[in-house]
C-alpha cells in the first residue's frame, strides 16, 4: 500500500511540474507576443438603453498566438497578473487603445469613451502620469478615454487607492467599476470613489428575468448608482427579456452579445458609422 500512496505522490508531483512548465512556457511566450506584436484589441460597443446608439467601446486584449491561434484573455490575464507581467501588457492595451481612439477620432468619427481594464497590479501612482503622457503624445482628448477597474482594487490601501482615482479623474478621465458587487468593497467606502459608472456583473445579469436574486440584485446595484449620482451599465445582456427588465429598471446602458460581440476594430468602426448615419 505504501508503494501506491509513493505512486500518487509521484504522479502528484508530476502533475505540478508540468502545471509550473506550462506556466513558464505561457509566460515566456507572452514575453515575446509583447515585443513581437502578437497582441491585439477587439471592441464590444456598449449601447445607450433609451435610444439604442453606440456611445462607447471596451477593449478586450487577444493573443494572436503562432500555433494556438487567438488566445482569449481568461488564459493569459490571469497568469500575467500572478507573474506581474499584467503590468506590461496593461502598458501595451493603453498604448493601443488610444492608438486606436486617435485614428477613429482623425477619420471624423463620433467621439465615444473606449474604456480600457486595467487590474489592481497596474493601479500604482505612477498610473496617472503614464495615462496623461498618451494622452498628450497622441493629442487625445481624455473624455476620450475610460478606465474600468475591479474591486479587487480596492481592497488594497484605501486611502491610496482614492488618491490615484483623483488624480485620474482630475485629468478628465473617468472610471467606471467593474465586476460590481462579486467583490467585497464596503458601501461605506462607494461614497468616496470619484466614478462615473457601476457596471453589474454579467453573474447577475445571467439570471434575469427568472431568477427573483439576481433581479433584485440588479435593481439593488442601480438603485445605489442613482441615488449616488452614477450612471450604471449593465454586462453579458443576451436576451431582450434582459434587456425589457433593465431598461425597465432603469439602467442607462447595456452591452452584451444581443447587441454584439466584441469586435475587430475595422468592424467596430463600421458599426459606429452605421449608428450614426441619420
Ligand atoms: P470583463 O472585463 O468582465 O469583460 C467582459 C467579458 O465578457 C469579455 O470576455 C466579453 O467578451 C465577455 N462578454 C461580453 N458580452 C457577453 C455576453 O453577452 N455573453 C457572454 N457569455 N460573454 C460576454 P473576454 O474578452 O474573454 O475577457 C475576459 C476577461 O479578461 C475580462 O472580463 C477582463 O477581466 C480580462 N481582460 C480582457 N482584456 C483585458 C485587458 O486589456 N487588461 C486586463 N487587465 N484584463 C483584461
Ligand atoms: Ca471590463
Ligand atoms: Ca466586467
Ligand atoms: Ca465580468
Known amino acids: 500500500e505504501g508503494g501506491a500512496e ?50 462607447g467601446a471596451e477593449a478586450l486584449v487577444r493573443w494572436r498566438h503562432p500555433v494556438r491561434g487567438l488566445v482569449p484573455p481568461a488564459e493569459f490575464i490571469p497568469l500575467a497578473e500572478a507573474t506581474g ?21 482623425d477619420a471624423g468619427l463620433p467621439p465615444i469613451r473606449l474604456a480600457v481594464n486595467v487590474s489592481a497590479r497596474e493601479f500604482t501612482s505612477a498610473l496617472p502620469g503614464r495615462v496623461q503622457d498618451t494622452l498628450t ?18 481592497m488594497h490601501n484605501i486611502d491610496r487607492v482614492i488618491g490615484i482615482m483623483d488624480r485620474i479623474t482630475a485629468l478628465g478621465v473617468t472610471l467606471s467599476l467593474d465586476d460590481f458587487g462579486t467583490g467585497y468593497s464596503s458601501l461605506s467606502y462607494l461614497k468616496r470613489f470619484p ?14 428575468p427568472g431568477d427573483a436574486n439576481d433581479c433584485a440584485i440588479a435593481n439593488t446595484i442601480i438603485s445605489i448608482a442613482q441615488q449616488l449620482k452614477h450612471k450604471v451599465i ?16 432603469g439602467c442607462d446602458e447595456v452591452q ?8 475587430e476594430a475595422e468592424a467596430f468602426e463600421e458599426a459606429l458609422r452605421e449608428n450614426w448615419t441619420p
Open 195 to 208: 466614478i462615473d459608472t457601476l457596471k453589474i456583473d454579467r453573474s447577475f445579469t445571467i439570471g434575469i
Open 234 to 249: 449593465a454586462e453579458g445582456v443576451e436576451t431582450v427579456e434582459q434587456l425589457a427588465f433593465l431598461k425597465n429598471s
Open 85 to 105: 507581467l499584467v503590468v506590461q501588457v496593461g502598458e501595451w492595451v493603453l498604448e493601443a487603445a488610444c492608438a486606436q481612439a486617435k485614428q477613429w477620432k
Open 256 to 263: 452584451g452579445y444581443l447587441f454584439s460581440r466584441p469586435l
Open 6 to 55: 509513493g505512486d500518487h505522490v509521484a504522479f502528484y508531483s508530476q502533475d505540478m511540474n508540468q502545471g509550473m512548465q506550462e506556466r513558464m512556457r505561457i509566460e515566456s511566450g507572452l514575453r515575446h507576443a509583447l515585443g513581437n506584436g502578437e497582441l491585439l484589441l477587439h471592441y464590444q460597443p456598449k449601447f445607450c438603453i433609451d435610444n439604442g446608439k453606440i456611445i
Open 137 to 154: 503624445r497622441y493629442g487625445l482628448e481624455p473624455s476620450w478615454l475610460e478606465l474600468e477597474i475591479t474591486e479587487s482594487t480596492l
